[in-house]
């Protein structure tokens, strides 16, 4: 899943890149479901906080897998689009977006250049603990 959310980010970076207001009343969804992914925009720092806690506990095993996954599923609503832009728009704003297009296949680089933008806009930023824990899971088993 924490792929998936780099994976939605970027690619609604090219197709949403005037927001989720605007592209989804453009293509004719119901003002219902445009308030809802606006509203997961909107939450996105709070719930980037959230799948934090979730890989953390199950990082120390404070909690299964099983939970965790559970978790990760509750909070990345619509495969974690939301949380995924709301990151690439960060990395963007802060003036890393070159970085993120010649590292596109590398989710770690994505989350590491988001914690850049995060500090350099004094915004949520993930913990060591959790960036450690995503750069292991990230490397090729040999």
């Not at 890393?96 to 350099?120: C, G, R, V």
């Amino acid at each position: 899943m924490l792929d998936m959310i780099q994976n939605e980010g970027i690619a609604d970076m090219i197709d949403k890149s005037d927001g989720y207001e605007q592209y989804f009343t453009g293509i004719g969804e119901t003002s219902e479901m445009v308030e809802i992914w606006v509203q997961l925009y909107n939450q996105a720092q709070t719930d980037l906080e959230r799948l934090q806690a979730a890989v953390v506990r199950y990082s120390i095993d404070e909690i299964s897998e099983n939970e965790m996954v559970d978790e990760i599923l509750e909070i990345c609503k619509f495969n974690g689009h939301a949380i995924g832009f709301f990151m690439a728009n960060q990395i963007v704003k802060a003036g890393y977006e070159k970085e993120n297009l010649l590292n596109f296949h590398n989710p770690y680089t994505f989350y590491y250049l988001y914690n850049q933008a995060a500090k350099d806009l004094n915004l949520f930023q993930l913990s060591d603990e959790f960036m450690k824990y995503f750069s292991d899971i990230s490397k090729p088993v040999q």
